[in-house]
């Protein structure tokens, strides 16, 4: 068959992140193209990068032995390139038809609509993909999640689209509405289309995929028939193990237990999650994009409304909300820093004594200056934090940087419980490993640590224990020692289960 | 999508104005003489117009959520002076009317590039260029009253009759008319929905974002030029605050009407009975006498009320 699409020595940069490192592969005319990676392997970038929504640093695309580089989302849609985003991206007060014609509007003269020439094509489109139930009529946001689905590849097949990309097409269908996509793509296959298929849930991969093209932190690992692997072996490719031996060692002895959780749940978020936490204990949680863990991290916080449950901490129950929260000593680092973790306009200085800047205050309000530098350059210190002065704006500051200002604010507070979100999430791996230095030494100082995180070999080795979240279960709670990453995966794909959470 | 709620509910929140409306037309009916009288709702009518034809440019800006233009009724104002200081400079009417529209069309201009190509916020990009415009207007009558009698020449627009309908309210529901179809029956209407509903989506669906703001802004630039005309026609004059009684009403008009603040949701035609509801408001509250500053107050609990309604359609779960 011949190509229809090659990937030459792509990179992408990002300000201290590189998201592709010289990523190269070709998917051949006609074939359903797998490609699969942990969170952060840059699946997301490379497909922006082929529909055109961002720019490659360096490297270049071959679309039907032609060069190939699209700078907007049109000219790669005129390329016959059509993609599916893992974000909403319907019009929720729009009809059914106005949905799947959006960039493709019909028009006689003038800029008239052609509302019955789209009505038709429209219907059309739908019956080519089985869903004829759907009631052109009908605004976006009375459908069902399943027909939203289906309205955006009726928006891609309007498009005469030659090569489609989908981008975790399944994730918010049910089981049977997932068996009528599956025949979707297997007839666009079959008319011919060039399907580029990203999914975390490898049956998907092998029931669909001619060839799969695995990604781990920005790099191609492999490209390979789907009959020449199993999914054990896509795991481990998936996972690596590079990192292995970088971890520092665990505090040895964590204390008694001061946090715990019962049956919380939060509606159709996760649900019944349960656990005890000790002082200078690290507690991993490990789960799949909409496992729930990050949404159970923030609840921890009082910061997401909960339905059931309760959480105690040093035996008394912990009202509800972010402020009791802090004032028991509970700190959260967000996963996403700049809208939530720090003040990007304020200096280095202000966000790290933000929380305590009571206590540093004398009459009437007044900030003691000296006080507020004096605790700002104790911590800028102690976490090696780069900043040419404590006055700089954190917006100044590198990611790395951004997030140690982040955490130094809740150290600075003596926070007794850490969650952490992500916490190593798009900074350099020097960085990197200077947090798992300070995650480890403060677990040995008896903070304890709820570590959230999408990245195996860091939870393996920086926590004692490893809860699992899947679809909003904690499926399981493994011990790092004796469960490799593959185990811990496995799980939170759901292909093992666990009897009984010890 | 989970909680089903009552229908009453539901056309309460889409809409609730046009009930209030239609209990204050009743009451002014029972408690004032000259209510009803054709004579009367002419004079709504003719004062709705102006706002109205503004309010159309406003709702296709709050539509496309491209911000909110705080500048209309300054551009009004500007290109109203422009109007009649062009008169008054011996220039026939037709070329002094199209250079007010034309002023206006650039002003208008101007604040798309602004918001799209410097990438300003809306709100600011046309506060500032409220409170300048304003400024221009006064400096270029230095405080005066412009009049000419060749202004009598422009008075067809506002106190003509096409048969037994006043020109004014004739052109009102013409902008109307043509809003009406330019919304509902071209791409260029379906895709000013579809940028308000999910402005990534359509920009992924290979949509001109910018293109289609700048439209915006022109046609609402140009629509306020329109608007200075017509209030020069109705005065016979033009001052520097011409413009200025026309800020509440304009924006009022469009939230009034249902044009979610969030953009990509709301009805033309309801705007237009808006703009009737807020000329009438005024209008019933001089025939009961109140006091110029109690209708005031009563016009900004209206506002606050209509942008109540404004939450309860976008609470939404």
């Keep these: 068959m011949p190509v229809k699409l090659q990937i030459k020595k792509l990179c992408k940069e990002f300000p201290g992140v590189t998201a592709l490192d010289d990523v190269s592969f070709e998917v051949e005319a006609g074939e359903v193209h797998g490609l699969v990676g942990e969170n952060g392997a840059g699946k997301s970038t490379l497909i922006k990068i082929i529909s055109g929504a961002l720019a490659s640093t360096s490297g270049e695309m071959i679309l039907d032995g032609k060069p190939f580089r699209p700078m907007s989302p049109r000219e790669s849609l005129n390329a016959g390139i059509a993609a599916i985003y893992q974000e909403r991206s319907w019009l929720p007060f729009r009809s059914v038809m106005f949905n799947v014609m959006l960039g493709n509007e019909m028009s006689l003269s003038a800029g008239r609509m052609d509302s019955r020439g789209m009505r038709a094509r429209c219907a059309e489109v739908l019956k080519t ?16 999640a399943g027909q939203k689905q289906i309205l955006e590849i009726a928006r891609a097949l309007v498009q005469n689209s030659s090569l489609l990309i989908m981008d975790e097409a399944t994730a918010a269908l049910n089981s049977e509405e997932q068996e009528a996509l599956f025949s979707v793509v297997r007839s666009l296959k079959a008319r011919g289309l060039t399907i580029l298929y990203i999914s975390h849930r490898l049956e998907e991969i092998f029931r669909l995929a001619d060839k799969v093209t695995v990604l781990r932190d920005g790099r191609r690992i492999k490209t390979m028939p789907i009959s020449e692997t199993n999914k054990d072996q896509l795991i481990a490719d998936m996972v690596g193990r590079s990192l292995a031996n970088a971890f520092p060692r665990k505090n040895p002895a964590p204390g008694k237990p001061i946090f715990k959780v019962r049956g919380l749940s939060a509606d159709k978020v996760f649900n019944d999650v349960s656990f005890s936490l000790c002082s200078g204990e690290v507690l991993g949680i490990a789960g799949l994009a909409g496992s729930g863990k990050e949404e159970l991290g923030l609840c921890l916080f009082g910061a997401f409304p909960k339905d ?94 951004q997030q140690k200002v ?69 499926v399981a709670t493994l011990d790092p020692e004796k469960s490799d990453a593959e185990t811990i995966l496995r799980f939170a794909l759901g292909h093992e289960k666990q009897a009984a959470t010890p | 999508m989970k909680v ?18 239609i209990l204050w037309c009743i009451f002014l009916a029972l408690f004032t003489d000259s209510f009803l009288h054709v004579s009367n709702i002419m004079v709504i009518l003719r004062q709705a117009s102006i706002i109205g034809i503004v309010a159309i440019g406003e709702t296709m800006i709050v539509l496309m959520a491209a911000g909110m233009d705080i500048s209309l009724a300054a551009i009004l104002g500007v290109s109203g002076v422009m109007v009649a200081s062009s008169i008054a400079g011996g220039f026939a009417v037709l070329p002094a009317a199209l250079a007010g529209i034309v002023l206006g069309g650039m002003i208008g201009f101007l604040n798309g590039a602004l918001v799209t190509r410097v990438r300003i916020n809306g709100i ?126 304009i924006l009022t008009a469009a939230i009034l009407g249902g044009i979610s603040l969030n953009g990509g949701k709301g009805k033309i035609q309801n705007v237009l009975i808006a703009a009737v509801f807020l000329t009438t408001i005024n209008n019933g509250l001089i025939l009961l006498n109140v006091p110029i500053y109690a209708q005031k107050i009563i016009s900004g609990v209206i506002l606050i009320l209509a942008l109540s309604l404004d939450r309860l359609r976008s609470v939404r779960k």
């Excluded at chain 1, 993909?129 to 069902?144: C, D, F, M, V, Y």
């Excluded at chain 1, 100082?445 to 860091?458: D, R």
């Design chain 2, 4 to 21: 089903s709620k009552p229908k009453l509910y539901e056309f309460l929140a889409e809409n609730g104005f046009i009930i209030i409306f």
């Design chain 1, 129 to 144: 993909l089985g869903a004829e139930e759907i009631p052109i009529g009908s605004n976006a946001e009375e459908l069902k």
């Design chain 2, 124 to 249: 600011v990009v046309t506060l500032g260029m409220m409170y300048a415009l304003e400024g221009v207007a006064f400096v270029a009558t230095k405080g005066q009253t412009i009049s000419s009698p060749a202004m009598q020449a422009l008075a067809p627009l506002s106190r003509g009759y096409l048969g037994p309908i006043p020109v004014p309210v004739l052109l009102l529901f013409a902008a109307y008319t043509i809003a009406y179809y330019v919304l509902n029956y071209t791409v260029f209407g379906a895709r000013v929905y579809a940028i308000g509903n999910n402005e990534r989506a359509s920009w992924l669906s290979g949509i001109n974002i910018n293109r289609h703001k700048m439209l915006g802004y022109l046609v609402a630039g140009l629509l306020a030029g329109f608007g200075g005309v017509m209030q020069t026609a109705r005065m016979g004059s033009a001052t520097g605050g011409m413009g200025s009684e026309f800020l509440f009403p």
């Design chain 1, 308 to 401: 059931a449950g309760t959480i105690t901490i040093n035996g008394k129950v912990l009202p509800h909300s972010p402020a009791k929260a802090i004032a028991n000593g509970i700190a959260y680092l967000p996963e996403d820093r700049k809208l939530e973790g720090i003040f990007l306009t304020l200096p280095v200085k202000r966000n790290i004594s933000l929380p305590v800047l009571k206590k540093l205050s004398g009459a009437f309000g007044r900030i003691r200056r000296r006080r507020e530098d004096d605790l700002a350059r104790e911590w800028t210190t102690r976490l090696a934090i780069k900043t040419p002065s404590l006055m700089q704006l954190c917006e100044n500051l590198s990611g790395g940087n």
């Design chain 1, 406 to 474: 982040a955490l130094a604010k809740w150290l600075a507070s003596r926070a007794k419980i850490l969650i952490l979100s992500h916490p190593t999430q798009e900074i350099d791996v020097k960085v990197k490993f200077e947090f798992y230095q300070l995650i480890a030494e403060l677990s040995r100082q008896g903070v304890a640590i709820i570590l959230i995180s999408s990245e195996l070999a860091e939870l393996r080795g920086l926590c004692h224990k490893i809860m699992v979240m899947r679809e909003g279960e904690a």
